[in-house]
């Protein structure tokens, strides 16, 4: 129970705060110790260290940060998981002072999984489910934390358990156990507790107590070095300053203590611990180590550089990174929020991909050249894994449970990555006129080359008034993208018409003809595509799950406002007046 308290605690938590976690830790990083505030204040509210530097691990992968960024986090993990500590030591409160006794967790905890289950059964808002979430999560918490006091509460009068004690007044063996335990439930705020648990039988002293606590700093670094195994070396890196940073504290306190001890001598060595004591010497821990090691950062990042080789210079000129693939990182799916974010990371490289396959098509039917044309083809390879990746990953992010908010942003991206990978699709089919033109010695007339130069500028503006307004988040994309939609529709129209007058009047072959109508079909829906995108993000930030695409459509084209109208002028005004000065010059 107590395990899966915290683990609902961190989870409502982390729901509350909608998913903002990463973009704190990103902006927030300017030096290191903002960053070690940020930090502390991230694990504090989350309750969890390993998950924070979980996070950096897959942030410093994602190349969202730098590994001098990822240090100042990283301690101020470690301060702020002590937060957990204090609250279970709220139980040693003096119970005969009044007020003091409605702060003990047996007075609360009966109140806080009421007014939980309320929140939760009653409340429609998410927001106030959540809240109830992490109130029954702090019940079950303290329920588990009674349980295990009053299951430990028979230990001291068994003698064999205080000879165990005893024995791990050896501190290499104290460190051993604290190490061995945290790292087998990966949660030092966990180990703690139980700690705290025990301490409750008055037979732990803080001979024992001291050395497994700092064990229990190491073990928590187990959770990051399981995140980064597969990472960028830099990722890899960041977890290694995490155990370099625990163990060098470890051992430097370790040396302090047992000095101190042999030749001044601590007068409570051998009396038994409290939950209270045991709450102070952890944050004392933390807070000193921090202070030591916070303007050695520096120092820390080469130790991680040396831990960590770079490989040999032929190895790193192979090795390739995908910049889409390192945002969809599995360490993310801690939190759906974070999965969604990373997987519109994807979808923006994505899409600036099908923009430079566009443009590259465009030219190989202009001038083509095999070397480019292998290119595009291999662009379009890695445009449809991406796809397929953003999909499978998105895929595990719904086996967790979504909020309503969640549900929509999810289906708003898989929407979205359909349609840059269809607008990939459409460029590579151009590539395809380009090879057939080639193939069969074809040439377009002056005039025509003329005429899709200028819905090339069209679709050109259109993808980046699209990709832009996505990377963006900027609702007004549908509103910017219909009208020029709209135009590159009646310019579609107005070129087929002009092909068939160059045909009739045998200004065209008929073998230009297909490649030529082809050419226009792909350029027409790419422009419906982008169209899609603007009509996506409307969808998902109105909430509209159930809006009817073409009728959305028809009605913005029928009800149109001066805004759309002012836009659709200037877009005839700026490709047909070309188109006009064609038929002139030509």
Known sequence: MFLYGMVMLGNGLEKISGGKLEATLEKMTSNTWKAILVGALVTAAIQSSSATTVIVVGLVNAKLLNLKQSIGIIMGANIGTTVTAWILSLSELNPNIFYLSFLKPTSFTPILLVVGLVLTLASRKSVRRNAGMTLIGFGILFMGMFGMEDSVSRLKDMPAITGLFVKFTNPFLGVLVGLVVTAIIQSSSASIGILQALSTTGI?????????????NIGTCITPVIASFGASRNAKRSAA??????????????????????????????SPVDKVDIAIFHTTYKIAVTLMLAP??????????????????EDVQNEEYDEATLALDERFYISPNMSIAHARE?????????????????????????????????????????????ESYLLKVTEKTLTETESLALSEVLQVTNEFERIGDRADGICDCAMTMQDRDITFSEKAIGELKVIFQAIEEILDIAIEGYESNNTQIAFNVEPLDEV????????KQNHIERLKQGKCTIEAAFPFIEVLGHMERISVYCSNVGVHLHSY??????????????????????????YLNAYDKKYFDQIVELEQSV
């Not at 050695?296 to 210079?313: A, C, F, Y």
């Not at 490289?349 to 039917?365: C, D, T, Y």
């Not at 809006?547 to 109208?565: A, G, I, K, P």
């Open 488 to 495: 590159i529709n009646l310019l579609v129209e107005t070129l």
């Open 296 to 313: 050695l950062s520096v120092q820390l990042e080469k130790l991680s550089k040396v831990l960590i080789r770079e490989r040999d210079t």
């Open 204 to 216: 732990i002293p803080f001979a024992a107590a001291f050395p497994v606590i700092l064990g229990q």
């Open 541 to 566: 930030h109105t909430g509209g799950k159930d809006l009817d695409r073409h009728e959305y459509l028809r009605q913005m084209r029928r009800d149109r406002d001066e805004t759309y109208t002012e």
């Open 241 to 270: 300053i995490h155990v370099s940073f625990n163990v060098i504290g470890t051992v430097v306190f370790l040396c302090a203590i047992y000095a101190w001890q042999h030749f001044v001598g601590f007068s409570f060595w051998n």
């Open 346 to 390: 994807a979808i923006h490289v994505m899409a600036n991909m099908a923009r430079q396959n566009f443009k590259q098509s465009f030219s190989l039917l202009l001038n083509f050249d095999r070397k480019l044309y292998d290119n595009v083809r291999e662009t379009e390879d890695a445009i449809d894994r991406i796809q397929s990746k953003v």
